[in-house]
T-cell receptor, first 115, second 111 residues
Framework: GAVVSQHPSWVICKSGTSVKIECRSL??????MFWYRQFPKQSLMLMAT?????????EQGVEKDKFLINHASLTLSTLTVTSAHPEDSSFYIC???????????FGDGTRLSIL | DAKTTQPPSMDCAEGRAANLPCNHS???????VYWYRQIHSQGPQYIIH???NNETNEMASLIITEDRKSSTLILPHATLRDTAVYYC????????????FGTGTRLKVLA
């Protein structure tokens, strides 16, 4: 159990367009979902924390108007990168957590390339 | 900042036990330690977590010192597929469950 699906796994788009990434917990209900970004040869950086039905909490330095997060249900969260530019190119990873001290379970990531 | 310290890299012979240490000297009494690994271009894979007692599952064993200031992840019989970056994590702030990833340990299993 504890499978997290992320879609798409890979996307290329032109500068200025918006891109939506979906994160689904397939076999459990997630109290909280998290979004991370990872640049080449670096570790994961937490972008935001999302609880179902409430506004996301963003980490310092992350623009909330650029990275829109929606957590509409206990099994789905979406990240929309608005007006994407080449510097937004990165590996975006989501995770989901049931409740309490249960571990986060991660999706396989979305590789975003902005031309 | 990450609350854990790990060696940047380790090598292990295939078939031998891999022992990966982690220092988390500032851990508080109710914080768990979580271990994950990341194979290139994939999301992190959960391995094991613990609070005080040693834990074992089908993937690994976790040994936590009595003072809880450090722990060791043990892969009993390492295989080439265990080559990955291993992360030891203590949630950033008690109760928020947010993970701050450090640089981890890059384990290379050698044939």
């Amino acid at each position: 159990g504890a499978v997290v699906s992320q879609h798409p796994s890979w996307v290329i788009c032109k500068s200025g367009t918006s891109v939506k990434i979906e994160c689904r917990s397939l076999d459990f209900q997630a109290t909280t979902m998290f979004w991370y970004r990872q640049f080449p040869k670096q570790s994961l950086m937490l972008m935001a924390t999302s609880n179902e039905g409430s506004k996301a909490t963003y980490e310092q330095g992350v623009e909330k108007d650029k990275f829109l997060i929606n957590h509409a249900s206990l099994t789905l969260s979406t990240l929309t990168v608005t007006s994407a530019h080449p510097e937004d190119s990165s590996f975006y990873i989501c995770s989901a957590r049931r409740q309490g001290d249960q571990p986060q379970h991660f999706g396989d990531g979305t590789r975003l390339s902005i031309l | 900042d990450a609350k854990t310290t790990q060696p940047p890299s380790m090598d292990c012979a295939e078939g031998r036990a891999a022992n990966l240490p982690c220092n988390h000297s500032t851990i508080s009494g109710n914080e768990y330690v979580y271990w994950y690994r990341q194979i290139h271009s994939q999301g992190p894979q959960y391995i094991i977590h613990g609070l005080k007692n040693n834990e074992t599952n089908e993937m690994a064993s976790l040994i936590i010192t009595e003072d809880r200031k450090s722990s060791t992840l043990i892969l009993p019989h390492a295989t080439l597929r265990d080559t990955a970056v291993y992360y030891c994590i203590v949630p950033k702030i008690s109760g928020t469950y947010k993970y701050i990833f450090g640089t981890g340990t890059r384990l290379k299993v050698l044939a």
